[in-house]
């Protein structure tokens, strides 16, 4: 099984760009697929964003399009989000997760500690 570490949240302000990564560990962990989930409170956790093993397709919320870009380093074992224009309504702790089948959100079965994003008006 894949073990997964975030980093790189924090305070920001509207309008500013943060970097989450998360780095994976396991001897099959480039081969998973990758996404990033959050959770505001009082709120179902929900998807963020996708990437397929290699790389090649993604996928996002409609919430972040545009806004956020999902990357991996599988020389690294690392999945970077990176953040821009935020907005307050994206505060939430962001989960970095991994699947064994596909993108389908329903799918991802690892998770992450969690890294707090708190984004100020």
């Known amino acids: 099984q894949v073990r997964l570490a975030e980093s790189g949240g924090g305070l920001v302000q509207t309008g500013d760009s943060l970097r989450l990564s998360c780095a994976a560990s396991g001897r099959t962990a480039s081969s998973y697929f990758m996404g990033w989930f959050r959770q505001a409170l009082g709120k179902d956790r929900e998807f963020v964003a996708g990437?397929?093993?290699?790389?090649?397709?993604?996928a996002y919320a409609d919430s972040v399009k545009g806004r956020f870009t999902i990357s991996r380093d599988n020389a690294k074992n690392m999945v970077t989000l990176q953040m821009n224009s935020l907005k307050p309504e994206d505060t939430a702790v962001y989960y970095c997760?991994?699947?064994?089948?596909?993108?389908?959100?329903?799918?991802?079965?690892?998770w992450g500690q969690g890294t707090q994003v708190t984004v100020s008006s």
């Open positions: 990437i397929t093993w290699s790389g090649g397709t993604s």
């Open positions: 997760a991994a699947s064994g089948r596909s993108l389908r959100a329903a799918d991802f079965d690892s």
